[in-house]
């Protein structure tokens, strides 16, 4: 193999290394019982924060990590425990590359504090009013309610800013606008992993993260051809059968694929069945050796900007890349049918 193969492949690893390893950090602050864990519950997809109780009265953050991303649900702003200086001093903003201010009810005096300290160190704050299901009052539409608590903040913060309306609950309520806030108000890295490991919400959601998860199938189907340690039998090229099953599981991941929810549409859908099948050794293997016919090497050009001619040229990587395509496309068929599923319900 030629030292630019080596330098190319060197570069590629040292990236999805440093990609896997950063984590984004998101902080929740607000009021008890406004509903920060079920909002990091929805989020990520998954019930990963426990709900009901409340962290405002302790002196710890509470953090939740998942699939490279770190929720922080802060503790009181301004309480006894806490007063405004010591609470800057504990829980620095500069850590966090984004703020939440969760809130159900009548804006407080609190938040109004904290934010104003988040925007003296030009922090980005988005504002996140909970249980829109449950806004109502007699001879007013939802509307008009709504309008009445923008104004609110506006005149609390004294800055004319967007609030998120959302619900927790039936098909979540606001969350697409949410996660829509959320990406344009990260820096390129980090907005490509929130769209990797955040919950999709509409069908633009999806097609974001299939652009993303065909960047991570070029790297590493790079690496895969470059480690060529698993011969195919009955075909004249090996791979590492492990770095694709570690780019299957990452597909998984992004699309919220656990094997709980993939085994409950085993038997209703063909495309559950072949995503369980293929992320295994002996089930890559399969797909190799099923994609081996189609192999066309020059259809492998346009990758070239991202791998380097050479690994791009090679035939490992044409059908390791072929291989993580079919995959990718599988997955996106299944959690296409599970969001329209679950909005349906």
Known sequence: MSSTI??????????????????????????????????????????????????DV?????????????FVDLPGYGTTQFPPNEWINEF???????????????????????????????????????????LWEDGKTTEELEK?????????????????????FKNGYGFEQLQDAIQQNLEPAKRDKYILSAKAYSKRHLDEKRMECEKLVTK???IAAANAINPIPGVDISVDVSVILKLFKSIQQAYGLNDEKIKKY???????????EYASKGGVIVLLKSLSTKLAIKNTAKYIPIVGQVVAASAGFGLTHLAGSRYLN??????????EKELQN
């Open 58 to 70: 302790t002196k710890k953050a509470q953090p939740i990590y998942h699939n490279g991303l770190l």
């Open 148 to 168: 009445v608590i923008l104004a609110d903040v506006e005149k609390q913060v004294q800055s004319k800013v967007d609030v998120i309306f959302t619900s927790c």
């Open 220 to 222: 590493y189907s790079a």
């Open 92 to 134: 620095n903003p500069d850590d966090f590359d984004l703020f939440l201010c969760v809130f159900s009810g009548k804006f407080h005096e609190a938040d109004t504090k904290f934010f104003k300290e988040l925007k003296q160190a030009g922090r980005v704050c988005l504002f996140v009013r909970n249980f829109h299901d449950a």
């Open 330 to 339: 599988d997955c996106l068929e299944l959690a296409t049918h599970i969001m």
């Open 266 to 276: 085993e038997a209703l859908l063909p495309v559950a069945k072949k995503v369980i």
């Open 6 to 55: 080596y330098d190319e492949i060197s570069r590629i690893k040292d990236q999805l290394e440093k990609d896997e390893k950063e984590t984004l950090k998101i902080a929740l602050f607000g009021q008890p019982g406004a509903g920060k864990s079920s909002i990091i519950n929805k989020l990520v997809g998954e019930k990963v924060a426990e709900t009901g109780a409340s962290t």
